[in-house]
């Protein structure tokens, strides 16, 4: 099991801009399939977006975001980020990271942080 803290969360006006980081402890963090994903009160767990190992040239995007959110990782720094840009009120959410060897696995998941866009 990987262990995975995030952090960034926080208040932000619609239209405003966060960045969510995502730090790994483990040796193997560039073999895994990194993931964002996030859950607002009443819903389900939700798909944000997901980076390959290969990087950037591997990155899924819930269309919901899409133009919007931005998905990076550095191995050297076992971190993943998710840029998000032109929030809107409907992504409050708590976002969650999670880590993956194949795409079919649970995964290991963070402790989640707390996103609330509002005026």
């Known amino acids: 099991q990987e262990q995975l803290v995030e952090s960034g969360g926080g208040l932000v006006q619609p239209g405003g801009s966060l960045r969510l980081s995502c730090a790994a402890s483990g040796r193997i963090f560039s073999q895994y399939i990194m993931g964002w994903y996030r859950q607002a009160p009443g819903n389900q767990r939700e798909l944000v977006a997901v980076?390959?190992?290969?990087?950037?040239?591997?990155?899924l995007y819930a269309n919901s975001v899409k133009g919007r959110f931005t998905i990076s990782r550095d191995n050297a720094k076992k971190t993943v980020y998710l840029e998000m840009n032109s929030l809107k009120p409907e992504d409050t959410a708590v976002y969650y990271c999670n880590a993956k060897v194949l795409p079919t696995s649970v995964g290991s998941w963070g402790q989640g942080t707390q996103v609330t866009v509002s005026s």
């Open positions: 980076i390959g190992k290969s990087g950037s040239d591997s990155t």
